[in-house]
């Protein structure tokens, strides 16, 4: 088990609605990255952050946007839900450094009606 | 584009029997590559992962992949399989960004 724990665990939203996933860091990982996994798919990269800013991003449009806090937690924001954006969504942290190993959350599982 | 390809979406084995899961990358002179776990419903659990040096490395669970640059692949494998062992199992690429470019994933069933 890792140290990473994300809530809620599942979400019901409806289309056109907003939703706030979270996500709390490892103790001392600095970096959070956050991927989709829809069903039967591998995990996409959606963004990254590293003392408190965002420092790289995966092929998804600015209605998914992200905050980091001092504390290393991290939070995923979705505008104008579409159906498509139902999936499991997967909070990583690690160390800073392209090598260090990330570390995964068991995810929260978003529906869209 | 840096992509990784598990050219086995399903793959059934029997208790006991040996495993060979496939794995193949496309990009990167001396690739971070990794292989995770993930069991129904659950977050991701690394097994094991490559950076540099021995290209034949060992991970938790019985597990060990080798790296074979000639080939671009990290198959991963295990001696003998258990009932525990079925799951889905994702091959990885450590991206320029720091982040983790996923294959499809392969589902492994294992038969009694």
């Known amino acids: 088990e890792t140290g990473v724990t994300q809530s809620p665990t599942h979400l019901i939203k409806t289309r056109g609605q907003q939703v706030t996933l979270r996500c709390s860091s490892q103790?001392?990982?600095?970096?959070v990255s956050w991927y989709q996994q829809a069903l039967g798919q591998g995990p996409q990269f959606i963004f990254q952050?590293?003392?408190?800013?965002?420092?790289g991003r995966g092929n998804f449009p600015p209605r998914f946007s992200g905050l980091q806090f001092p504390n290393y937690s991290s939070e995923l924001n979705v505008n104008a839900l579409e159906l498509d954006d139902s999936a499991l969504y997967l909070c990583?942290?690690?160390?800073?450094?392209?090598?260090?190993?990330?570390?995964f959350g068991p995810g929260t599982r978003l529906t869209v009606l | 584009a840096q992509s990784v390809t598990q050219p086995d979406i399903h793959i059934t084995v029997s208790e006991g029997a040996s495993l060979e899961l496939r794995c193949n990358y496309s990009?990167?002179?001396?690739?971070?590559l990794f292989w995770y776990v993930q069991s129904p419903g659950q977050g991701l659990q690394l097994l094991l992962k490559?950076?540099?040096?021995?290209?034949l490395v060992q991970g938790i669970k019985g597990f060990e992949a080798e790296f074979k640059r000639s080939q671009s692949s990290f198959n991963l494998r295990k001696p003998s399989v258990h009932w525990s062992d079925a799951a889905e199992y994702f091959c990885?690429?450590?991206?320029?960004?720091?982040?983790?470019?996923f294959g499809k994933g392969t589902k492994l069933s294992v038969k009694p």
């Open positions: 990583a942290t690690r160390t800073s450094g392209s090598a260090g190993t990330q570390y």
């Open positions: 103790s001392g990982h600095n970096t």
């Open positions: 952050y590293y003392r408190e800013e965002e420092n």
């Open positions: 990009y990167g002179a001396t690739p971070y």
């Open positions: 490559y950076f540099s040096g021995d290209t």
């Open positions: 990885a690429y450590g991206g320029s960004q720091g982040n983790l470019i």
